[in-house]
């Protein structure tokens, strides 16, 4: 069938159908996994590709899981080229040999036929409870290489014609600290893809093979104009952007970089990677894939909200990403990788939203908070059993956009929000962790004209037994990440430990070991601000002081506004003298 002679209410159904059928696979892990990073806070991305690999439908996850799925479902087809079969379930999760971002994101790739044809693939990836290594989790800071982190699975069978390969999961399984409760987690993410395979069939039989393809070639040639179009209005020309990660986990207290040259020449766009620093020995190298799917979700936020949950190959034609190998963005084997979902996956982020500020202003964002969380690890009293638990509770929230402030409590810049906080009573059911304290914490967010969103104060107290911490995604206690068009950056943020009444500071990308009774409290920052913070209306300065965001104190030094501390009222005069002073300059 020819593009021209596709009915318009059946091109919208077919590609809201691809948007749906995707929901659905959601809803389905929502409902049947256990992992309570899974299940709770959704560290999961789903999606469909054609059956030579183009991107075709990706609405729902994070961007590093997903964005880059093409690589992926083009290695499968290469490795499983002649020997894919209706029915088979592919288990990949290897960087090196998959194109996946790291060891615990396990991905369940469908290849899904119809009528003997392979047409479509789909892929469930989702962040499991641990996939062995030498530390439960999968974020051992100073591991000896990749091996150490856990289970390399690079591509293998563990479905053939819907019947399990039983010793091929047994020997995966067997290597994993919690084998029941993953082994429920990969059947939450199979069931996912034999429902996306049942709801593909049902439209292929409803429109027909060629109308199903034709629509998707609409979608591919639609979303490409619209892309191409919006990059040929941004002025010609090259736009710098960098930020940093801490440290490498390895060689401690030296930031490393990410640093971006963005070349805009007509409808074309090219991300530039080659003045970052060089591959490390530490946990934060990133393989290209993370760098690609990263690039794109830093992208796509300058184009118009409404494409949000229908980029396709047709976003990824004029677009060109380039890493050197040997970098920290385009690691080559064996340089582990634990971290680089966070560390240096959010650098990439960073740095390619303050180029791009610079290249599309009217549209600048600036830098969300800091990741700043960790794995606890250890033996709960209750039932004897072994846990480990993460959370994205601490992590300060959105940075804002020009025009608007930065969105409270979102979590993670990689995630744009799509992964959930948690609920106290959740966590105290599934972890011998009490919570005493978790609400926004005052001056921790980056003033601008626009600020950003608070950080956190988070504070809980271990109510089991002894444990240990991987704070390996934690970030921001020493970097700062960028506002835009003179916004301040991302606060910093601190990790206390307090035990029998002493206090003492913990760092990021560490291990420690944890006591009975120990109190954990983090402070973290929130996001970066937009724009001349003096030159941000005084009222809303008040009513950020009145919500307690901000103190009296910052209402002064930062924005440029006197307000009484009594009445919290502005003192008018004393405002427009200290900003006719220099609070514009």
Known sequence: MSLSKIDPMTLSTVWHSFQNICKEMRHVIDRTSQN??????????????????????????????????????????????????????????????????????WGFYRPIFYRGELLFFTFCRA????????????????????????????????????IERADVMELILNNVRWPEGTRIDNYAQIA??????????????KYGRETVLACVEEMMARTENTVRAAIEKIPDGTYYGESATDDDGTELDVPVWARCDITVKGDTLKVDFSKSDKQRKGFVNCVF?????????????????????????????????????????????????????????????????SAMSKAVPERAIASWGKRYGHYIFGLDPRSNEK??????????GAGAA???????????????????????????????????????????????????????????????????????????????APGAL???????????????????????????????????????????????????????VRMDVVKEFISVKKAREMYKVVIDPVTLEIDKEKTNLLRAEGGNS
């Open 486 to 540: 003179g916004g301040e950056p991302t606060p910093n943020s601190k990790t206390t430990l307090i035990r029998n009444g002493e206090e003492s500071l913990l760092r990021g990308h560490r291990l420690y070991d944890l006591k009975p009774g120990d109190i954990l409290l983090k402070i973290s920052g929130g996001g970066a601000g937009v724009g001349n913070p003096a030159e941000r209306e005084p009222e809303k």
């Open 289 to 353: 894939n993370s760098t690609y799917s990263n690039s794109l979700s830093a992208l796509f936020m300058f184009l118009d909200p409404a494409l949000g949950e229908y980029h396709n190959e047709g976003s990824l034609r004029p677009i060109t990403v380039y890493a050197p190998p040997g970098s920290v963005l385009n690691a080559q084997y064996p340089a582990t990788v634990g971290a680089s979902p966070v560390s240096m996956g959010h650098q990439i982020i960073e740095s390619v939203v």
């Open 402 to 480: 020009r025009g608007f402030d930065g969105y409270e409590g979102a979590t993670s810049i990689g995630a744009l929000g799509e992964v959930n906080k948690g609920n106290v009573e959740e966590v105290e059911m599934r972890f011998p962790w009490r919570t005493r304290r978790w609400e926004f914490a005052k001056d921790t967010s980056g003033a601008g004209k626009w600020r950003g969103a608070s950080g956190i104060h988070w504070e809980v107290e271990n109510v089991g037994g002894d444990a240990g911490i991987a704070t390996g995604s934690s970030d921001g206690e020493i970097v700062r």
């Open 36 to 105: 309570y990073l899974i299940a709770q806070l959704h560290d999961v991305s789903v999606g469909v590709w054609d059956g030579t690999g183009r991107t075709v439908s990706v609405p729902i996850g994070l961007s590093v899981q997903y964005l880059g799925g093409k690589l992926s479902v083009e290695y499968v087809l290469n490795k499983f080229k002649g020997n894919l079969n209706p029915g088979d379930v592919i288990l990949v999760n290897d960087p090196y040999n998959g194109y996946c971002c790291h060891l615990p994101d």
């Open 192 to 205: 996912a893809t034999r429902l996306c395979e049942q709801r593909i069939v049902a439209l292929l039989d």
């Open 387 to 396: 846990y480990v638990v993460t959370t994205f509770d601490m992590d300060g």
């Open 127 to 162: 962040h499991q409870m641990d996939t062995g290594g030498a530390y439960p989790g999968g974020y051992f800071p100073n591991a000896y290489d990749i091996h150490a982190e856990g289970l390399r699975i690079p591509g293998i069978k563990v479905m053939e014609g819907d």
